[in-house]
């Protein structure tokens, strides 16, 4: 069984920075990557930014810039470096893992997912 627990969230204003963790515990029995989801209130679950075992990145639009993936192998963590933050950010931000291919952002593809962490930006 595959767990992961996203911390970091907070209530921050405008302008301020923001670091999300999110670290996996359990056997991933394939390469995996690792990504980052939000979900605004009354609104959709959308993808924000994704990191490949080889480091590779994508993020959304929204976010190209302003936040910046990394992850650390060795504690299968990701983490979301959040800078610049807008009110738009907020959400409850979750942690997702794929076995499948890199690049895919349609949440049905992501077999483990995090409980979410909660992210306010005041204006």
């Known amino acids: 069984q595959v767990h992961l627990v996203e911390s970091g969230g907070g209530l921050v204003r405008a302008g301020d920075s923001l670091r999300l963790s999110c670290a996996a515990s359990?056997?991933?029995?394939?390469?995996?990557?690792m990504s980052w989801f939000r979900q605004a209130p009354g609104k959709e679950r959308t993808f924000v930014s994704s990191?490949?075992?080889?480091?590779?990145?994508l993020y959304a639009d929204s976010v190209k810039g302003r936040f910046t993936i990394s992850r650390d192998n060795a504690k299968k963590t990701v983490y979301l470096q959040m800078n610049s933050l807008k009110s738009e950010d907020t959400g409850v931000y979750y942690c997702?893992?794929?076995?499948?291919?890199?690049?895919?952002?349609?949440?049905?593809?992501?077999?483990?997912w995090g409980q979410g962490t909660q992210v306010t930006v005041s204006s």
């Open positions: 990191i490949s075992l080889d480091y590779d990145t």
């Open positions: 997702a893992i794929s076995t499948l291919v890199f690049g895919t952002q349609n949440i049905r593809d992501f077999q483990f």
């Open positions: 359990g056997h991933i029995y394939s390469p995996y990557h």
